[in-house]
């Protein structure tokens, strides 16, 4: 394989992935806190929690999973770079899936925090649109046969640039929406306590995009040379 060829194919997936590793470390550490600080929380939220987490886990797993195969495995053979192992289409399938829950969450919060249905209904219908684009490149593998006939040809690396470029884009948009509900939640009048706990709840949400960024530093590095 050409030495210059590897910045445009191994190199951004290598880089995606250290990133991504490093932020998993960072969702460990936020669902570690949680479980240890919120044991009061419902039976339901602590298992979408851990969810979360195992999904989070399980993305690291199968993107080091394609990183070793191409690079250890089948080490200078160049084909194999151009038609990665499966392990890398499963990562792409859990972080749409993951990142659909999550967002879903989020707009589920954004309804009772506004009491506004077609708000809701818009903020999940951004969730949607790079899903669908995402579910498209699915059944582009499947019925095509590998990933150099479908994500490798000109149509699907046209649905590919364009379904990662929308889910930050969406997920920011969502983030956005629930930190605008909550500002419309504080009140001058409001007493200390409760206005700390609503500028706690923001940063949270905030917080949440280390997240989004890691599952598309792992998923979205390894676009761009297919």
């Known amino acids: ?17 250290a990133l991504s590793t490093l932020l998993l ?15 009061r929380d419902s039976a339901q939220m602590k298992i979408f929690v851990g969810f979360v987490w195992i999904c ?19 080490f200078g053979n160049p084909e194999h770079v151009a038609e990665p192992p499966v392990s890398m289409l499963y990562n792409i399938i859990d972080s749409t899936a993951l990142t659909l ?19 809701a209904i818009f903020c999940f219908a951004l969730i949607l649109i790079p899903t669908g684009l995402y579910f498209w490149l699915f059944s582009m593998y499947y019925t095509r046969g590998g990933f150099a006939r479908s994500l490798g040809s000109a149509q699907g690396h046209k649905v590919m640039i364009a ?47 280390p997240d989004v960024a890691w599952g598309h530093c792992s998923s979205a590095a390894k676009k761009p040379h297919w």
């Open 25 to 39: 470390g960072i969702e460990t550490l936020q669902t570690f806190y949680y479980y240890r600080r919120y044991k």
């Open 163 to 209: 379904a990662a470029a929308l889910t930050p884009v969406s997920a920011c948009a969502v983030a956005g929406t629930l930190c605008w509900c909550l500002w419309r939640m504080k009140d001058p009048d409001q007493f200390r306590r409760t206005r700390s706990v609503v500028d706690r709840i923001m940063l949270w949400t905030v917080g949440a995009w």
């Open 101 to 119: 829950f999550v967002q879903a969450f989020f707009c589920l919060r954004i309804y009772r925090l506004s009491h506004s249905k077609p708000l």
């Open 56 to 74: 989070g886990l399980l993305q690291s797993i199968f993107a080091w999973n394609a990183m070793f195969t191409m690079t250890i495995t089948f």
């Open 1 to 17: 394989m050409a030495g210059s060829s590897l910045y445009t194919t191994l190199g951004p997936f290598e880089i995606g992935l």
